[in-house]
């Protein structure tokens, strides 16, 4: 060991690891420095010492990065949502397309050459603040007792008061106030997950972006059995609150989600609507990505959110990331495709009316019955949703038959731990023509792409869309095309 917990270390930082520490060495020891940018000279804490490594945290930058930028929030070095606020919006999308281009070499074992080939320059945010679209905020007490709603501090459970989280939209603020203000005013208690009492333990808020449609969800510590009238009596004084809320701009929804399990799962699967609309909706326009400017074609579809429903967090790099995997699909109207993946429908639906006919798949039930009632929404009548495991329900499809069903394209976009290897598998013995792999990981994008690419595939073009400012998180688009 070459340093000693709570030594102090004077390094220079080389790099950045894919969770967005800064690399520095001393005397050929590697120190991975939080919060320290590449480029920055700084002093650092040892907070945890091995053989060959040791993990610090930044003390003092003793001379700045050509890189680094003062941060907006506060809060961001306790609260870890933010991992790169430090360093310049240009220099995080260098990072990611660092990223990616590292987890095809390293992960893939794809040749750098061909790597560079094959990836073209990662998409930007126009504003890399303000673009969530939704907040999950947690409710407590602080250690003087007041009620707080705010973020967990780096990987513990005590809440940092915080309402303003500079990634969601500034109505969030004024909901998280008058929600605190109405629990103070009321003697409304907060949840406190040591012993399991107290009523409001979460805050969701989601917006649609494009309609201006706020939706808050209460989450609460309560049993129907609790209560004598449900329609009035989910939270005491509950009209005090709903009238502190309704006078915010665009308030369209409100409802209580009731939790009472001890978990870490946020969200309780009973949701009762208190005023106004059961969803807001929102609309995802389509771009020409091949036109510079990347104009709007006029085309859009609408959606409906609900409190459960999954919905991608940033909408203005969504239009983008559709409109971009849409381009490498390649659609001429004859295909049929298979969307794997396909959560409430989003992309299937992007895809329909370029396609002869759109089959998606899914593994939440309900999921699959917003999917459906979003085609018809939309008016899209080719396009038809399955619940199940895509694996398999992918590998039922017959080949060649009457029914049309065999797969030209097929579109996956997983969540973070890739395709499972059954899929993989379907898709090869699928052999589709043409494959888009929309990941939010690189580092199971390229164990993926590696299985694919031995059985037979190509890669063609690789493109980073940023959905994740000041964050370390990336989704990249990939298109690959069967050999034979
Ligand atoms: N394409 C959608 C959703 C992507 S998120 C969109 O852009 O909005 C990934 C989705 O995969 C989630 O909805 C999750 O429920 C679903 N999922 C996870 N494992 C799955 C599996 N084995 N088979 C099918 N769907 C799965």
Redesign the pocket.
Known sequence: MRFQKNELAVVTIEDMGSDGFGIGKVDGFALFVKDAVVGDRVEARIVKSKKNYAYARLEKVIEPSPFRVEPKCPCHRQCGGCQLQALSYEKQLGFKQDKIRNSLIRIGGFVPEEVDRWMEPIIGMEDPFRYRNKAQYPVGRDREGNVVAGFYAGRTHSIIANTDCLLGPVENEAVMERVLEYMRENDVSAYDETDGTGLVRHVLIRKGFASGEIMVCLVINKKMTDMSDESSHFLPRQDRLLRKLAGIEGMSSISVSIQTERTNVIMGKEIHTIWGKDCITDTIRARDMERPGWPYTGRELTFHISPLS???VNPVQ?EK??SLALEYVGLTGQETVW??????????LFLADRAKQVYG????PQ?IADARENAVRNGISNAEFFV??????LAQVPEGDGAGRHPDVV?V???R?GC?AD?LAAILEAGPERVVY?S?DPATLARDLRVLCDGGYAVERVRGVDQFGMTVHIETVVLLSNRE
Do not use: M
Request: aromatic share 12%.
């Open positions: 999954f919905y991608q969504t990331l559709y969307d794997l993946y396909c959560g409430i429908g989003t992309i299937s798949v899914e593994i939440v999921a199940g495991k895509a694996e398999e329900v579109v976009d997983p969540p731990k499972d899929c929309v939010c």
